[in-house]
């Protein structure tokens, strides 16, 4: 059995308010009960609402700092134990991970995720690494997600090719036309502006299809943006939406599936073969859609908004973190060296990453300290890792730690932000992020740029 080293300091650092003690004990007599308790039982649909509502909130990075202030670096919250120390982290990223059907907090519903013909989950998110009870599926379905989309020649191409740069120049003029503004319609039309780029840019390089193709993007852009394509895989809010307000969800999942399986990088698949677990050309176009809409498009687009100013840093608890305006940081970058474009954008991440916490489930029973308690858990219970707290932990970036400086130690070899430690991975650091970083750079050049043009115009 696991025993967290309790020698560590694990109070909390301010008084939770009467409802949060109340909530917290909730939730860890939920996880931890007997058979015998009935009192937990009666508990249990309190208990649900109450995991819930967290499970909304835990997205946000500044309610897990809360947390962790208000009841240590271990808490209990939405149906799991967060680890939150710097090294638990870091372990349980480059350590391999068994997984339940979780987005974040966010309960997946399993029916709806992909699956092949013979029933097989397909869905990387969801699959356990062999060294964590995993069957070989994950490994299997994995390399054939590198093998035909994020890591082949075709796409290291396509980064910097011709397409891409026309494709640059209309996100330039859109942002010029809209008047280089950290708000409205650049970033909230998703017929133009960033919205539209990514759709164009990534189904480019990661699939080859024509982003100047008005018809398939068209489909893309109407599955993916106007019906919200991340909320199918969702568990009861799928449901409800598919009943009341996409009830035509199906036929349009169908339409992407058949625009990604004829796509230039998934027709050269051939199925079947031992080494992908026999994944045939659709298994792969259904899982493809899965990630584009879950991950492919949601982390990129909220990284944007992030580093073009348009999200607001979170209001960390007692820190000046909100009242940073980044736009001012990335005026004064030199935007020739890329070195230094990728640090803002690393400096950016840490402070808010698009992506603030994963999970893994606990593969042996295992106690931590909560408070002053120490805590056995079962096998089986939710360990979530909340990626963005290690980022932010004075331990290890100092007195300045919620302060902006892209000069800071430490910052890539330590970044969280793609589910890795740095380079340090079990094998399940994003397969985009190559691709999203070398992306956002360019965006961050192009539009710097204008904006130092036009700033000059002005003087
Ligand atoms: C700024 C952009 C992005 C960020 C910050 C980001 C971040 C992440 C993070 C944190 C995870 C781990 C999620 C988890 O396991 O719970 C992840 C997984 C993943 N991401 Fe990204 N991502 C980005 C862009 C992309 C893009 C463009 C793609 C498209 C190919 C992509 C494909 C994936 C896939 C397939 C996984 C699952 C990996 C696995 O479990 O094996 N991501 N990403």
């Known amino acids: 059995m696991y025993k967290q080293d309790t020698t560590l300091p694990r109070q909390a650092q301010i008084r939770p308010g009467l409802l949060e003690v109340i909530a917290h004990s909730l939730q860890v007599i939920n996880i931890t ?73 966010s309960q997946l519903d399993k ?151 004829e796509s230039p990088a998934l027709s050269v698949m051939e199925g079947g073969q031992e080494k992908y677990n026999n994944m045939s050309r659709k298994d792969l176009a259904k899982l493809t859609v899965s990630i584009m809409a879950i991950a492919g498009l949601i982390g990129p687009f909220t990284l944007c908004k992030i580093v073009l100013g348009n ?29 230094e474009v990728k640090n803002y954008i690393y400096e950016c991440g840490r402070l808010r990453h698009p992506v603030s916490n994963t999970h893994k489930v606990a593969t042996e029973d295992f106690t931590a300290r909560v408070g002053n308690r120490d805590i056995e858990f079962k096998k089986g219970t939710i360990v979530f890792i909340p990626m963005v707290l290690a980022s932010l932990d004075k331990s290890v970036y100092g007195e300045d730690t919620f302060e902006f400086n892209q000069k800071r130690e430490n910052l890539c070899p330590f970044s969280t932000m793609f589910h890795s430690f740095g380079d340090q991975t ?4 994003c397969p985009g992020k190559a691709i999203a970083e070398s992306m956002v750079a360019d965006i961050l050049i192009n539009l710097g740029k204008s904006r130092r043009e036009a700033s000059a115009m002005n003087n």
Not at 316 to 333: A, H, R
């Open 111 to 261: 029916e709806r995720l992909p699956r092949s013909d013979n029933g097989r989950l397909l869905f990387l998110l969801s699959l356990s690494q062999r060294g964590a009870a995993g069957n070989g599926d994950w490994e299997a379905y994995r390399a054939a997600f590198e093998d035909y989309i994020t890591h082949t020649e075709e796409t290291k191409l396509r980064v910097n090719d011709e397409t891409t740069k026309k494709l640059m120049d209309k996100l330039v003029a859109d942002y010029k036309k809209t008047g280089l503004k950290k708000e409205g319609e650049f970033f909230e039309n998703n017929d133009s502006g960033i919205q539209d780029f990514l759709l164009r840019y990534l189904h480019y390089v990661l699939l080859g299809l024509d982003p100047f193709d008005d018809e398939k993007m068209g489909i893309l852009n109407d599955y993916h943006y106007d019906s919200r394509s991340a909320a199918y895989y969702l568990n009861i809010l799928g449901n409800a939406l598919q009943r009341f307000r996409f009830t035509d969800w199906p036929e349009k999942l169908e339409k992407v599936i058949k625009v990604y399986e």
């Open 426 to 429: 079990n094998g399940r650091v």
């Open 311 to 339: 999200q607001p840093l979170p209001e960390y608890e007692g820190q000046p973190t909100k009242d940073i305006d980044v736009v001012n940081f990335w005026d004064q970058i030199n935007l020739d060296d890329r070195e």
């Open 33 to 105: 009960h007997s058979w015998y308790n009935i009192f937990a039982y009666l508990l249990k649909p309190i208990n649900f609402f109450v995991t819930y509502i967290q499970s909304i909130r835990a997205n946000q990075a500044d309610y897990l700092y809360h947390k962790r202030l208000a009841h240590g670096e271990n808490f209990v919250c939405a149906g799991g134990v967060w680890m939150s120390g710097f090294n638990e982290i870091k372990e349980n990223l480059i350590e391999p991970q068994a997984r339940a059907f979780k987005l974040a907090p």
